[in-house]
């Protein structure tokens, strides 16, 4: 596979191009696999589009498809098609290629075309990244997810702390439990990860009235829009910042550097009672770990190790754990969003910029 630069498709008729969204092109030529009814080839066929189409994006759903389509009219020369990965590409050169959300992502499909930019849907890269073909662009969800994941990491702190998942048992059981429970309010919160999920989280945090220490990487001062000025302490601070900390949030991304993070030496240092919310990578803690707590910590999971958890696991009935099936970007913010996101990388790509959220690889 090959990278190949952008280099218009000029109309048989002379008339100016068009936006269009349509279905995969079919009847290929033998020459260079593109529509005779539909597609206009360059000189050296390395370039095969519908009359009048100078970028080709192509995305998983018609749903997708009608959300870029929402965001307003198309730049001239622009064509949207629905390719999931799962039949021939439609094209031999494609500038803009979306894989499926969830599920399988067929990238040996890329194999033999020309790719300009694969865009992923998720924040995260580490199960995909080594995938992408080499040479071919890849650029990560960042923007789209952030909001819905920080608004889950929210509801997970709070269900723990207001133990929500006691009275749904006693609605069900049709007791009337009343009980004290602990507040968001006045709680010392240490968010372990200060990317984009984790400022959400602490936009989010600002309005609860909570004491918030940020830990990332390397230290430094960050400015979250609605709390100001947050000193970020080093990850090596960790172990010295765990004790004091009554609701730990995690946002790290996944790899070696954070693989096992909390482990049972770190989960030790928490203090009693203390909650663990996990919305940043499941591998991020040790689960035997976890469960070998017993509840003398909680957590509060939307991403373990492993997923799906399999049946019979001992997490399934740890006590004091609290988990969601890695749900924190699947929300209905998600679709308008990753359609924004798309339009600005067709956008940037016609403009010959470098396209948003690049990864290396």
Not at 190 to 201: D, E, N, P, Q, S
Request: hydrophobic share 45%; with cysteine; glycine share 10%.
């Amino acid at each position: 596979m090959t990278l190949a630069p952008l280099r218009p498709a000029v109309p048989r008729d002379g008339g100016p191009p068009r936006s269009t969204i349509a279905s995969p092109a079919i009847a290929e030529c033998t020459t260079c696999g593109s529509t005779r009814r539909r597609v206009v080839c360059s000189e050296a066929h390395g370039r095969a589009y519908a009359r009048g189409v100078s970028l080709l994006v192509t995305v998983p759903t018609a749903e997708l498809a009608a959300d870029i389509a929402a965001q307003g009219p198309l730049p001239d020369g622009v064509e949207v098609q629905v390719w999931d990965m799962t039949t021939p590409p439609p094209a031999p050169r494609i500038d803009i290629v979306v894989p499926s959300y969830l599920g399988r992502q067929r990238f040996s499909a890329l194999d033999g075309i020309e790719v300009g930019l694969v865009q992923g849907q998720m924040i995260g890269y580490e199960a995909v990244i080594d995938r992408v073909p080499a040479g071919v662009p890849f650029a990560n969800a960042a923007s789209v997810h952030e909001p819905a994941t920080a608004e889950l990491a929210l509801a997970l702190t709070l269900a723990a702390q207001r133990e929500l998942p006691r009275f749904v048992r006693a609605q069900d059981a049709g007791v009337w439990d009343r009980a004290f429970t602990s507040s968001l309010a006045d709680r010392r919160v240490l968010l372990v990860g200060i990317g984009g999920v984790g400022k959400a989280v602490a936009r989010r945090l600002a309005g609860f009235e909570t004491s918030i220490t940020a830990v990332a990487q390397t230290a430094r001062t960050e400015h979250v829009e609605g709390v100001g000025e947050v000193a970020v302490h080093a990850l090596a601070d960790l172990p010295a910042l765990l004790p004091d900390a009554e609701i730990v949030i995690l946002s790290l991304p996944g790899g070696s550097a954070t693989h096992r993070l909390f482990d049972a030496d770190m989960l030790a240092r928490m203090a009693d009672g203390a909650l663990l919310v996990n919305v940043g990578r499941g591998t991020l803690v040790d689960t035997d770990a976890l469960v070998a707590e017993n509840g003398r910590i909680r957590a509060a999971l939307d991403v373990m190790d492993p997923e799906p958890l399999p049946e019979g696991h001992p997490l399934w009935t740890t006590p004091g754990v609290l988990f969601t099936p890695h749900v924190g970007g699947a929300s209905t913010a998600m679709n308008p969003r990753i359609a924004a996101l798309v339009r600005t990388q067709i956008d940037r790509m016609l403009g010959g910029e470098e396209p948003a959220n690049l990864i290396a690889h």
